[in-house]
């Protein structure tokens, strides 16, 4: 029986210009049995290119990286993410030349005319399709055009032009593939904004979504014949880890049938110490069948408990922050200092003295954020589930102890 087997992981970030041996003899056997391979990009490279301006970190990684993933059988990478454009144009072109020269396709990113392009992957004469957007962020083809002011642009999820994509895909190919690069940072729960996103885009037609970002794993659910893989997490991830979920992530092993169409995934689980590897942990596999079950059994009471959480203990002290209130000071020391060292960098950086906007606008700009924002403010609950709040920090907290 002939089959299509290609091996998605998520977020790639490789910051040493020497190669090294990074995956796991187990790891190596899965990549090397599949007819491609694929990860998120997460970063552009850069010759000494400058950052643009934006709230957060600007990152880059070496092109070792590249020539790593090649050997591997690395043959697609998804380039709409948060950080594509964060040295701008001239980055992302050299970006692109250094990954064409390695025979590695992409999709996700183009200069703005011609935009959502997608790639097409052929045998037994079946097609799949494969396509990368994400949410509305620094370098993003959206609405706000004032937001995004380069020339190449990452594709968005919203735009009408990935409905058109899809419905113009589903005359051509056999399959479609949705990769999306959207959420909030650090949390076990997908945000309901992307959660119904997700499912619209199902009944349009396309068959698998796999999602990251959030750089920890999420849940995965089926709906209407179709696989949703909110996040995979981290794959090999070349950044200061904080939690033990940092390291912890899974890949998706995909196989299609060429005869009956039919898509069949697995999960296969990561973590990341020296080299990347299978991570067959019996309190990791409870962990992701734990996040599965939340998404049918508490989602709305955990979506609730997550979302107040990250107003209280992360927006409501950047809001004050920009908006001058005296009452920071209540907030933990820890917290108040990586705010101020983000102020000082931005302010620094800022000749026209736009720091607290550009805070602002990643507040309100970034969907998840903004989303995120209005919800706590219009779903205010003192008197949460203790119970509830409890399983859900396990989650959250999963290989610590909870506070």
């Known amino acids: 029986m002939n089959k299509i087997k290609i091996f998605a992981m998520g977020d790639f970030l490789y910051i040493d210009n020497i190669e090294k041996d990074i995956f796991g003899d187990r790891l190596k ?27 957060g970190p600007a990152i880059y990684q070496q092109e070792s990286g590249l020539k790593i993933l090649n050997r591997y059988n690395f043959r697609l990478l998804t380039l709409a993410n948060n950080h594509i454009c964060d040295y701008g144009d001239k980055a992302v ?43 509305d962020g620094f370098g993003a083809n959206s609405y706000n055009e004032s937001f995004s002011k380069n020339e190449y642009k990452y594709d968005w999820i919203n735009s009408i032009k990935l409905i058109e994509k899809i419905i113009e895909l589903n005359t051509k190919v056999d399959s479609i593939i949705l990769f999306v690069h959207a ?34 794993p999420q849940g995965m659910e089926e709906y209407k014949g179709s696989k949703i893989f909110y996040s995979l997490g981290n794959s090999y991830f070349d950044f200061p880890k904080e939690k033990e979920l940092h390291k912890l992530s899974y890949g998706c092993l995909i196989e299609i049938d060429t005869f009956t169409k039919e898509i069949k995934v697995d999960r296969i689980p990561l973590r990341m110490g020296e080299k990347l590897e299978v991570y ?14 939340a998404l049918c059994d508490s989602y709305t009471i955990f979506h609730e408990i997550q979302l107040e959480s990250y ?43 736009n720091h607290l906007n550009l805070i602002l606008a990643h507040l309100f700009f970034i969907e998840s954020h903004s989303f995120s ?24 907290n999963y290989g610590e102890d909870d506070e």
């Open 29 to 55: 056997s899965i990549l090397s049995g599949t007819d491609f391979n694929i990860t998120n990009f997460e970063a552009p490279l850069t010759q000494n290119f400058n950052p643009i301006k934006k709230a």
């Open 93 to 135: 072109k050299y970006t692109l030349e250094r990954i064409k020269e390695n025979e590695i396709n992409t999709i996700g990113i183009g200069i703005s005319k011609n935009q959502y392009k997608e790639y097409i992957f052929t045998k037994e004469g079946i097609k799949i399709a494969f396509l990368s957007v994400g949410e």
């Open 183 to 216: 959420g909030l940072e650090d949390v076990p729960i997908p945000l309901d904004i992307w959660r119904k996103k997700y499912k619209e885009l199902c009944e349009l037609g396309v068959k698998l979504i796999i999602g990251h970002h959030p750089h920890v």
């Open 280 to 293: 067959h942990d019996d309190s990791y596999l409870n962990y992701l069948t734990k996040l599965d079950k």
């Open 311 to 353: 107003y209280k203990n992360i927006y409501l002290g950047y809001l004050k922050l920009c908006l001058g209130s005296n009452k920071i000071l209540v907030r933990k020391i820890k917290k108040i200092l990586k705010q101020i060292l983000i102020l000082l960098k931005l302010r620094k950086q800022d000749k026209d003295n």
């Open 373 to 396: 924002i209005q919800f706590a403010l219009r779903n205010k609950n003192d008197k949460q589930d203790i119970v509830k709040k409890k399983e859900y920090l396990k989650l959250l």
